[in-house]
């Protein structure tokens, strides 16, 4: 299996612009998990989804940040306008479980998208 | 809510010396317990789990015992070596979904 995957790895932007970030989780995972991770606030759950739905947003910073999962394969996590305190690296990951109980007990992290917003 | 203490970074160790990573928790119920090492430009990854009081997960030369008393889960390694220099992270996971809280995460560097 190829793991999680993300696009892009890298991504430097102005302030104001659009950015997208992309995921790819491991086929049969229907649970996806968006963090953030920053030297200050250390490692933050944003969102995360069952069965393509998301189940909890608390940890969306503010309205500018948006997360869709059209389908199983795929999630965006979105940030409209950009700000340079978004700057961070961004992680998926994926998980197997079963009426809402983990099968297994591990996430599986994909490598990041480190993003940086002048 | 849920919540994990581990201590404070970074730790600076010679090769072969003895690590101990200190973590505690608060969680409603019995979660299970998790290491995930994060190696320097890359994603986190698990080490051990245990999902039961006393459970000792074990990986790679690493153990913890899960310590309901003490609401511990401290990682230890009789032998480190340069290439376990990483930033490692003490999670719990007490809710449906695989909701996992991670503690901030301890930075290990191994000198030789």
């Known amino acids: 299996d190829a793991g999680v995957i993300q696009s892009p790895r890298h991504e430097v932007t102005e302030m104001g612009q659009e950015v997208t970030l992309r995921c790819k989780p491991i086929?049969?995972?229907?649970?996806l998990f968006w963090y953030r991770q920053t030297m200050m606030r250390g490692l933050e759950l944003l969102i995360y989804?069952?069965?393509?739905?998301?189940?909890?947003d608390s940890g969306m910073p503010e309205d500018r940040f948006s997360a869709k999962m059209p389908n199983a394969s795929f999630s965006t996590l979105k940030i409209q306008p950009s700000e340079p305190r978004d700057s961070a690296v961004y992680f998926c990951?994926?998980?197997?479980?079963?009426?809402?109980?983990?099968?297994?007990?591990?996430?599986?992290f994909g490598p990041g998208t480190r993003l940086t917003v002048l | 809510g849920d919540s994990v203490t581990q201590m404070e970074g970074p730790v600076t160790l010679s090769e072969e010396a003895f690590l101990t990573i200190n973590c505690t928790y608060t969680?409603?119920?019995?979660?299970?317990l998790f290491w995930y090492v994060q190696y320097p430009g890359e994603g986190l990854q698990l080490l051990l789990k245990?999902?039961?009081?006393?459970d000792k997960g074990s990986n790679k030369g690493f153990e913890a015992t899960y310590r309901k008393e003490t609401t511990s889960f401290h990682l230890e390694k009789g032998s480190v070596q340069v290439s376990d220099s990483a930033v490692y992270f003490c999670?719990?996971?007490?809710?449906?979904?695989?909701?996992?809280?991670f503690g901030t995460g301890t930075k290990l560097q191994v000198i030789p």
């Open positions: 969680a409603t119920g019995y979660p299970s």
């Open positions: 245990a999902t039961k009081a006393d």
């Open positions: 989804f069952n069965n393509n739905v998301p189940i909890d």
């Open positions: 990951a994926s998980s197997l479980t079963e009426r809402g109980l983990a099968v297994d007990n591990e996430q599986f």
């Open positions: 086929s049969g995972h229907n649970s």
């Open positions: 999670a719990l996971s007490s809710g449906g979904y695989q909701k996992v809280t």
